[in-house]
């Protein structure tokens, strides 16, 4: 089970930080990522993160502005989002893949077997 936390009403330019706890697994040994979908679009890959933490993957429109990390102790990944923008409105939702032949990760959403529920971040102008 994955639940996701830390969405909020944001103006353009602030930061927040979102979390996902997971129990009920080994979390180390599973790669995570963080998804988004914004009102009407499709759901698309935001950022992902190997087992140790050592390997991350972002996707252009959130590089240099987000950073995602996990605390294995924790069962939890991060994404810390910076100069947030209005486009960065969406549910965000964390994934779990237990894809165990995969080394990094990948964008393509089948790849992930277990959904949290989705936080929403809302960006003003």
């Known amino acids: 089970q994955l639940q996701a936390s830390g969405g909020g009403l944001v103006q353009a330019g602030d930061s927040l930080r979102l979390s996902c706890a997971a129990s009920g697994r080994t979390f180390g040994n599973y790669i995570m990522a963080w998804f988004r979908q914004a009102p009407g679009k499709e759901r698309e890959f935001a950022a992902g993160i190997g087992r140790s933490g050592a390997i991350t993957r972002y996707a252009d429109s959130v590089k240099g502005r987000y950073t995602i990390s996990r605390d294995n102790a924790k069962n939890t990944v991060y994404l810390q989002m910076n100069n947030l923008k209005p486009e960065d409105t969406a549910v965000y939702y964390c994934?779990?893949?237990?894809?165990?032949?995969?080394?990094?990760?990948?964008?393509?959403?089948?790849?992930?077997?277990?959904w949290g529920q989705g936080t929403l971040v809302t960006v003003s102008s």
């Open positions: 994934a779990l893949d237990s894809d165990g032949g995969r080394v990094s990760p990948t964008t393509f959403m089948g790849g992930y077997e277990l």
